[in-house]
């Protein structure tokens, strides 16, 4: 029989004080209507193919679906905290392995319990992200709404249900993790410029007969990645096959940091006015521009989908999906 070490907290959590300087994730205060299906835990829009987002605070979370094949992929919210397994993985897909979403305190750092991990409830939901590169090309991706830079800090990562049992005793489409296997999550961080940096956080591996599995939530420092407005995540398991990974592309995420533009940007803020800027309306999914009078809107391969020679100008017969629109000396990704 194999031995399992559970990994709960592999990285170091951020000081108190890093975390007061951070915006938290904190689904709770989502602008989308977040409400959840009493037997599953989803997130009732899961299906709904015209619920493109998850809205909260400084970050556009995006989904997509195809409710008529009850398929889905990007992010979701849940608020499960059943991780046992179950013979359909439809009913388990939604859950964690770490029995609910992270409590913050009062000042917005997260609680800790009795044993200095972070404290988990029911109440609070969290972000499942089914990262499947056969569905798109950035398969679960963040935005800053407001199109900034920011510094990345950290997030909470755990292992979905329905990936860990798949992990330790196999199923009908992937087999038991055995010697020399791993499962892989890939932090991908864009910045304004269009440059990436990327972080990888292993989530399982079976080594010497001992598999460690990442049950608990664990704290992953993304300071590395550098000044963000884009996080975009991949998986990647040694169990692969003709169609890519056998392994289930879920992991789940929760209290996303990031520290403010202001904050970051120091002195360049003074002379910001002397520059283009681009402000996007998502509502109206209108364009202004200032200190410019011509725009490019590039699709995230890089192929230009329209250009506008105008102060101000309408998006809104774009497909949804994300966008980068450059003028001048600036450019900002737009969720559409």
Wanted: aromatic share 10%.
């Amino acid at each position: 029989m194999k031995n399992q070490i559970i990994a709960a907290i592999l990285v170091m959590p951020l000081t108190a004080a890093a975390q007061n300087d951070a915006i938290t994730l904190d689904l709770t205060k989502a602008e989308t209507k977040l409400e959840f299906d009493a037997g599953t835990g989803a997130w009732t829009g899961t299906y709904n193919d015209d619920e493109y987002t998850i809205d909260s605070q400084i970050y556009t979370i995006l989904h997509n679906s195809m409710g008529d094949y009850n398929t889905w992929w990007g992010f979701t919210a849940s608020n499960s905290a059943d991780n046992s397994m179950r013979d359909d993985f439809l009913t388990y897909q939604f859950s964690n392995m770490a029995k609910g979403g992270i409590v913050l305190n009062a000042d917005g750092t997260v609680k800790k319990d009795k044993f200095g991990a972070p404290a988990v409830s029911a109440d609070v939901p969290y972000l499942v992200a089914f990262a499947n590169n056969m569905f798109a090309q950035h398969p679960a991706e963040v935005v800053m709404a407001d199109g900034e830079d920011h510094e990345a800090v950290g997030a909470y990562v755990c292992l979905n249900s329905y990936t860990y049992y798949s992990i330790t005793d196999g199923d009908g489409f992937a087999r038991e993790f055995t010697n020399g296997d791993k499962f892989t999550l890939t932090v991908h961080g864009v910045n304004s410029k269009e440059e990436e940096s990327t972080l990888e956080v292993p989530l399982a591996s079976y080594s010497n007969g001992d598999l460690t599995a990442t049950r608990g939530w664990k704290y992953v420092d993304l300071s590395p990645l550098g000044k963000v407005n884009t996080l975009w995540f991949s998986m990647k398991s040694t169990d692969s096959g003709t169609y890519g990974d056998n392994t289930p592309s879920y992991f789940c995420l929760d209290k996303l940091m990031v520290k403010p533009a202001s904050e970051i940007s120091g002195a360049a803020s003074a002379t910001a006015g002397k520059n283009v800027s681009i402000n996007y309306d998502r509502t109206n999914t209108s364009i202004r521009l200032v200190n410019a009078d011509f725009a490019i809107v590039y699709d995230v391969a890089g192929n230009m989908v329209m250009s506008a020679d105008s102060v101000q100008f309408s998006v809104e017969s774009l497909a949804h999906g994300v966008y980068v629109v450059k003028a001048g000396n600036a450019s900002r990704k737009i969720v559409r």
